[in-house]
């Protein structure tokens, strides 16, 4: 890698790790007040989220894989989860070995109401992009793998 494109990697790594500051500083605005009563860690708060957004159905190992953690751990997170009875595990509908994680009607009420709110506030640090700018950094991120 050369210096030039090692400077731009390292600026765009500075401006992620301001931005992890910036989320982080979201959720404590928003809190957890769609799950006041529940004990949820930032990490089951992650997965529910990946849960609910991934586009294939979302087994325990796929879970395990995107928050890299290790099945067992996974297995613990799951099971914390589906005693607060907002995630559910079914037979996979093509693979009688795995099963699929799917939040619970009531996980999925309650977690849009958190998306709303972190949106509400995050919002505002969009204002300087237009609609395109918003599409092509969106594009960019998903390219990059994030």
Do not use: C
């Not at 006041?36 to 989220?49: P, V």
């Amino acid at each position: 890698m050369g210096a030039r494109r090692y400077d731009r990697v390292a600026a765009v790594v500075e401006q992620l790790v301001r931005w992890t500051r910036v989320l982080a500083g979201a959720r404590a605005e928003v809190g957890s007040a769609p799950f006041e009563g529940t004990a949820l860690t930032s990490t089951q708060r992650e997965a529910l989220f990946l849960i609910a957004h991934d586009p294939t159905p979302t087994t325990p190992g796929a879970l395990a894989s995107a928050l890299a953690v290790t099945p067992g751990a996974v297995t613990q997170l799951v099971d914390g989860l589906r005693r607060e009875r907002l995630v559910e595990q079914t037979p996979h509908p093509s693979d009688a070995r795995s099963r699929v994680l799917t939040l619970t009607p009531d996980a999925t009420a309650r977690l849009a109401m958190f998306e709303q709110s972190f949106i509400r506030v995050i919002a505002p640090r969009f204002n300087g992009l237009d609609d395109d700018e918003l599409t092509t950094l969106t594009r960019l991120m998903r390219k990059a793998g994030f």
